[in-house]
Structures are given as C-alpha cells and as structure tokens.
T-cell receptor, first 113, second 112 residues
Framework: GEDVEQSLFLSVREGDSSVINCTYT??????LYWYKQEPGAGLQLLTY?????DMKQDQRLTVLLNKKDKHLSLRIADTQTGDSAIYFC?????????????FGTGTRLQVTL | DAGITQSPRHKVTETGTPVTLRCHQT?????MYWYRQDPGHGLRLIHY???????DKGEVSDGYSVSRSKTEDFLLTLESATSSQTSVYFC???????????FGSGTRLTVV
C-alpha cells in the first residue's frame, strides 16, 4: 500500500529557516498536503500542492515537490517559537470516489531561542 | 473553527467493554473519517464514510465498527475494548479532495 515517511525530529534556532522533508511511494498522488498539530489539538491544514506543480509559496511557507523522486519538502522562513509543533505530510493517492489521505509519522519541530 | 466536534474528549474504560465515540459535523460534508494517532505510526485510517449508510474499512479496522445514519453524525464503536486500542482518535471531514480534511480536536481513550 501507500507509504509516507518523515524524519521524527528537527531542532532549529528562532529566526533560522526550517526544512521538513517527506517521501512518498504513490506516484499517482494528485494532491500532497502539509498539516500542523499543536499539543492537545487536532491537525490544521497548512498548505497543499497539486502534483503538476514544482513549488508553491504562501507567506513564510514554501513547498517543493520533486515528483520524479517522490519527495516533498516544507520550508518555514524566519522560524518562530509559535512554529513549534508536529508537522505531517499527507498524500491523496489517485482520487476516486472518496478522498483518503495517507499520513506520514510526523516531524516534531522544536524551535530554540 | 469549522463545525466538527468529537465526544467525549477523554475516556477511561475497562478491557472488554464496548465504547462508542461520536463525531458531529455542521458543515454538511459528504466524507467523514476516523483515524487513530499513535507514537511512531502517525495517523492511521480506521474507517471512513462517503455518504449516509455508506462506509468502508481503512487499514486498521479490526475490532472497530462504524455507523452513519445521518449526514452529520459518524459513530465509531470499539466492540470489546483492548489495551492495544488505547490511543487518540481523530475524526475528520471533507467535501473535496482539493481542500484536504478538517479535523476534530480528538478523543483520548485509555483502556485499562
């Protein structure tokens, strides 16, 4: 079945850029997503990218997609302490009658002063 | 916040008892999902629904059943709770794949 992999932990200093990486196996995925989970809360959609795009920028967030290598990354510019959270990558697969997202294990981002 | 609520937020139950978790939405979205979140596993799909009375299994459906008798409610039942079902359970809703999911706040279930 589909598989999505992420590294478990990333630590960055406040003000630096963070890059969170994700690899996936389903080459037919139509959409890829990044979600953020703060402690004790559900997941919030941060951004998504369509599979025919290479890059998408949204304020401090930049998503890069390398479809050939099935690699997705999320760059957060000027990382702040409020960015400390778990970040999940997800892929949609080939969308059919029901969209079913497959999630990675999540990357815990720690922002230090 | 989007109109999706989960109840209860926390529950402790004994091994062997049945447990029902509720997900309620006010968005009239077609699709509803139950995931469980465990350390090292991320989120895994238990069951999902693509309409009233239309449900299907996800990757970790053993020991769970679901029902959707109304658009707004999706119930997850643990038929006979086991310690391996101790987890955080999330409900999500979706109308179109493009927009991803909206998640509830989760239910923390402990089976003792």
């Amino acid at each position: 079945g589909e598989d999505v992999e992420q590294s478990l932990f990333l630590s960055v200093r406040e003000g630096d850029s963070s890059v969170i990486n994700c690899t996936y196996t389903d080459s037919s995925s139509t959409y890829l997503y990044w979600y953020k989970q703060e402690p004790g809360a559900g997941l919030q959609l941060l951004t998504y990218i369509f599979s025919n795009m290479d890059m998408k920028q949204d304020q401090r967030l930049t998503v890069l997609l390398n479809k050939k290598d099935k690699h997705l990354s999320l760059r957060i510019a000027d990382t702040q302490t409020g960015d400390s959270a778990i970040y999940f990558c997800a892929e949609s697969g080939n969308t059919g009658t029901a969209s079913k997202l497959t999630f990675g294990t999540g990357t815990r981002l720690q922002v230090t002063l | 916040d989007a109109g999706i609520t989960q109840s209860p937020r926390h529950k402790v139950t004994e091994t062997g008892t049945p447990v029902t978790l509720r997900c309620h939405q006010t968005e009239n979205h077609r699709y509803m999902y139950w995931y469980r979140q465990d350390p090292g596993h991320g989120l895994r799909l238990i069951h999902y629904s693509y309409g009233v009375k239309d449900t299907d299994k996800g990757e970790v459906s053993d020991g769970y059943s679901v029902s959707r008798s109304k658009t707004e409610d999706f119930l997850l039942t643990l038929e006979s709770a086991t310690s391996s079902q101790t987890s955080v359970y999330f409900c999500a809703i979706s109308e179109q794949t493009l927009y991803g999911y909206t998640f509830g706040s989760g239910t923390r279930l402990t089976v003792v």
